[in-house]
Nanobody
Framework: QARLVESGGGAVQSGGSLKLSCSAS????????MAWFRRVPGKEREGLAT???????KYADSVNGRFTISRDNNKKAVFLQMNDLRPEDTGTYYC????????????????????WGQGTQVTVSS
């Protein structure tokens, strides 16, 4: 059973930056899709960014241009650099990983991932 551990959450003022990290206790992540999700109270968990095995990123419109996802397969880790944070970015952030066939793109859907971190809280004040 894989274990993912996130870190880097915290409180920041509007316009500030945070970098989230997630390390995975897997034999390898090189062929895995890796993703970041966010849950806001009262809403479903939303896919924010995915990165495929070739390090090709994709972003939700809500974070495109402000957030950057990256990965380090040697460290079995995925990162989320968050800039220009806004109060609406407040929520619990989760990393997720799963293997995927080479010809398939990474999905931003919750049910595309079996392995999840415990979540880290990000609070942005105005």
């Amino acid at each position: 059973q894989a274990r993912l551990v996130e870190s880097g959450g915290g409180a920041v003022q509007s316009g500030g930056s945070l970098k989230l990290s997630c390390s995975a206790s897997l034999y390898t992540t090189s062929r895995f899709c890796m993703a970041w999700f966010r849950r806001v109270p009262g809403k479903e968990r939303e896919g924010l960014a995915t990165i495929d095995r070739l390090s090709e990123p994709k972003y939700a419109d809500s974070v495109n241009g402000r957030f950057t996802i990256s990965r380090d397969n040697n460290k079995k880790a995925v990162f989320l650099q968050m800039n220009d944070l806004r109060p609406e970015d407040t929520g619990t952030y989760y990393c997720a990983v799963d293997a995927v066939d080479d010809h398939l793109p990474c999905s931003p859907a919750n049910d595309a991932y079996r392995y999840w971190g415990q979540g880290t809280q990000v609070t942005v004040s105005s």
